[in-house]
């Protein structure tokens, strides 16, 4: 896929000896038992006195039920709610710390948002985005009021010591970016990896994603794909990395940055034959969302 974004990457994909798709797009605004510990709410939160289980309302019949992926409590889908406002509960984690959430968010349109994602965001006491900037677009829209800090990749090691000093202290935490998951392409891999290191407990809440939309919708990834990312820039290491995606039966999605798509696009027709079939994908979910199908040497004219 394709779609520039303020940094001014994006993405790739194809596959080697079947049909590919060159992508060249990021994930940017153009992504039983006993009881299940909740999120602990911030204060003032009102919570259930009874301390029940977690019932999440949203429109649809009211007899229509569906079963958590932990095999715990169940949401109920009710048409006379709208909008999340369920109270959770304030058990402590397995851990004995909080609870490090990693949240998906839009890749550009910012109705494609989850209920859980909303409710987590709302919930949780302190939020790192990779740009506050960007992250409060999207409160904005949904009512959100959580305290925000920066999160990204140029942040002083003192800011990630600090967040995982707040989560030892039990306090939860939600990672976000400016779109899609954290640490796919994105920051965030850093703290994700030392939490988990120290036991830590890291939920993922998944969303919309960029890798996903692009394959569902070029048409060229086939049955099985792999994502390479981004490829290094130049010099050996690129050579070999081309080398081993045109020999790769599977479908590749690559992200690439908007300015260097025509370069690595004709590293690709070179690579892999002018004759393999590929996609550029752009502003996926966004007003001006463009898929361009087509070989890699006609792509790359």
Known sequence: ???PDRRGRGELHLPAAR??????HRQAALGGGGRRPGLRPRAGR???PDGGGVRIQA???TDRKARAAHGGHRLSLSAAAARLSAPVSD???PSGGGRLFV????IGNLGDVTLRALEVL?????VAAEDTRRTRRLFARHDISTRLISYHARSAPARQAALLAALRAGGDLALVTDAGTPSISDPGEGLVAAWAAEGGTVVPIPGASAVIAAVAASGVAGPRWVFEGFLPRSGRERRERLARIAADERGT??????GRVAATLGDLAEACGGGRPGAVCRELTKLHETIVRGSLGDLAA
């Open 91 to 93: 058990a402590a984690p």
């Open 103 to 106: 949240v998906a968010t839009p």
């Open 253 to 258: 999605l690559l992200f690439e940055a908007p």
């Open 59 to 61: 429109p649809g019949p």
């Open 1 to 3: 896929m394709a779609r």
């Open 122 to 126: 709302r919930t949780v006491p302190l």
């Open 46 to 48: 009102a919570r259930r």
């Open 19 to 24: 049909p590919a798709a060159l992508l060249a």
